[in-house]
């Protein structure tokens, strides 16, 4: 087993031992293992650990990838710029992270028919952080309203990603209000599919599937580190 195999086993005895305590069913909690600035490798590995969710947050890095593992369902993941949603419109299954109306519009009309839906999340700012992407709850409450009708997009929940913070009840707190949310949006519209909560990384996935997430998106606990800067026991040039 490689190292990252040996992760993601590692993350699903979590997830089982998470939902025992919390009597959730273990799979009602889906892995996405985000491999931005990761190689075919390291995605080949985890398809080899049964890995089927990938996520991805830069388009040129993703491109690759997503081309070589066809069979491998792809989410994006993050801010999306307007001018790249005819991509990811028809290269991704889902995307966690809709934040305008120009954007969600922009989707639905370049998503090929024959792809089906476009599984779609709005990304709520629960942490009031200016530079952070993601709508406010009154509006995420309005833009979900305006999202409902698109044909090729699918609503299919809430994603948050809140400050980084070492109090787990802050973190707590926050998932709590994202799955509120979700449960006052799911009153208000016809949404059937709407009931997914893409919540919980690497620091806090335990708290987050505690409240409910039911997509935790983990990166650095299955891929290692991201950048490696080097260390004085891993000298950058030899001799
Ligand atoms: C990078 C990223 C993650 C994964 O973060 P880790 O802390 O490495 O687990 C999750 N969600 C989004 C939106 C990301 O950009």
Same mark, same amino acid.
């Not at 075919?40 to 590995?45: E, I, L, M």
């Not at 949603?85 to 989707?107: C, M, P, Q, Y």
């Not at 709850?137 to 997009?153: F, N, T």
């Not at 799911?186 to 059937?192: A, I, K, N, Q, V």
């Given at each position: ?105 922009? #989707?639905? +009309? ?5 792809? @089906?839906?476009? =599984?779609?999340? &709005?990304?709520?700012?629960?942490? %009031? ?61 016809? #949404?059937? +599919? ?5 919540? @919980?990384?690497? =620091?806090?996935? &335990?708290?987050?599937?505690?409240? %409910? ?27």
């Amino acid at each position: 087993m490689t190292n990252i195999q040996s992760r993601i086993a590692a993350i699903r005895e979590e997830i089982v031992n998470t939902c025992r305590l919390t009597n959730r069913d273990p799979d009602s909690v889906n892995l996405l293992a985000v491999s931005k600035t990761m190689g075919v490798d390291a995605v080949q590995s985890a398809i080899q650990a049964g890995q089927e969710h990938f996520g991805e947050n830069y388009l040129q890095d993703a491109i690759p990838k997503v081309s070589r593992f066809p069979g491998a369902i792809w989410h994006f993941v993050g801010a999306i710029q307007s001018n790249k949603t005819r991509d990811i419109a028809n290269r991704f299954s889902w995307v966690h992270g809709v934040a305008t109306e120009k954007v969600a519009r922009r #989707l639905s +009309e370049q998503r090929e028919p024959t792809l @089906g839906q476009l =599984n779609c999340l &709005i990304q709520v700012n629960l942490s %009031g952080e200016d530079q952070k992407s993601g709508v406010n709850p009154d509006e995420a409450v309005r833009l979900a309203g305006r999202i409902a009708p698109l044909d090729r997009i699918s609503l299919r929940g809430l994603m948050t990603l809140p400050a980084p913070s070492n109090d787990p009840s802050e973190q707590a707190a926050t998932f709590r209000a994202l799955r509120e949310l979700k449960d006052d949006i799911e009153s208000r519209y016809e #949404l059937p +599919e709407f009931n997914q909560l893409s919540m @919980g990384m690497t =620091n806090d996935y &335990i708290e987050a599937i505690k409240e %409910g997430a039911t997509w935790i998106r983990i990166g650095t606990a299955i891929f290692g580190p991201r950048n490696l800067t080097p260390t004085p026991d891993e000298p950058t040039t030899k001799g």
